[in-house]
């Protein structure tokens, strides 16, 4: 079935530092894959989402491109911040219509002055 | 944008008592619902897919007499756990799902979780 693999964390980084978190998916067709933010004591957020290869998802500095050929999406930021800190969550939904998403286990990121 | 509400935030209950969350989509209908539950520092895990106006759908493994989902209109769908016990005590959320215009994909929108500890 359609899986998704995240690195495991946590991700410990000083502030300016860059950024990599790997995402590899298995999955049949072509589904939209998403990363989420959950902040602490928060709900999942949505970060980025990319809806076909080579795609690139961005926003507030974190971006990810949809690599069909390795099957992967990983996150990338080029300068953290302490607000970073977060657990981030890698995920797929199917092709069409309302797909469930199916969650990476979650990276949790610290990043200190 | 889109808004999801849960209610309440966090829970304590006792061993053996029922409790009923609440999923509200505050801008728009949602005819589909998800139900997600969070064990500390892990993934979620999809529990049911809730269907307005007919029975959800439960992920292997859920028992759909434990949590009961009703979703009644297309702005509530409510998880009650029933004869809860300590090892339901967990991270509920719920997710709607919106549709992202030309795009076609539909991204989820979650609520902010329901915290239950079962005493």
């Known amino acids: 079935g359609d899986s998704v693999t995240q690195m495991e964390g946590p991700v410990t980084l000083s502030e300016e530092a860059f950024l990599t978190i790997n995402c590899t998916y298995t999955a049949t067709g072509y589904p939209s894959l998403f990363w989420y933010v959950q902040y602490p004591g928060e709900g999942l957020q949505l970060l980025l989402k990319a809806t076909k290869a080579d795609d690139k998802g961005s926003n507030k500095g974190f971006e990810a491109t949809y690599r069909k050929e390795t099957t992967s999406f990983h996150l990338e930021k080029g300068s953290v911040q302490v607000s970073d800190s977060a657990v981030y969550f890698c995920a797929l939904s199917g092709s069409g219509g309302y797909n469930k998403l199916i969650f990476g286990a979650g990276t949790r990121l610290a990043v200190h002055p | 944008g889109a808004v999801v509400s849960q209610h309440p935030s966090w829970v304590i209950c006792k061993s053996g008592t029922s409790v009923k969350i609440e999923c509200r989509s505050l801008d728009f209908q949602a005819t589909t619902m998800f139900w997600y539950r969070q064990f500390p520092k892990q993934s979620l895990m999809l529990m049911a897919t809730s269907n307005e106006g007919s029975k959800a759908t439960y992920e292997q493994g859920v028992e759909k007499d434990k949590f009961l989902i009703n979703h009644a209109s297309l702005t509530l769908s409510t998880l009650t756990v029933t004869s809860a016990h300590p090892e339901d005590s967990s991270f509920y959320i719920c997710?709607?799902?919106?549709?992202?215009?030309?795009?076609?994909?539909?991204?989820?929108?979650f609520g902010a979780g329901s915290r239950l500890t079962v005493l």
């Open positions: 997710s709607a799902a919106v549709l992202a215009g030309a795009s076609g994909a539909n991204v989820l929108t």
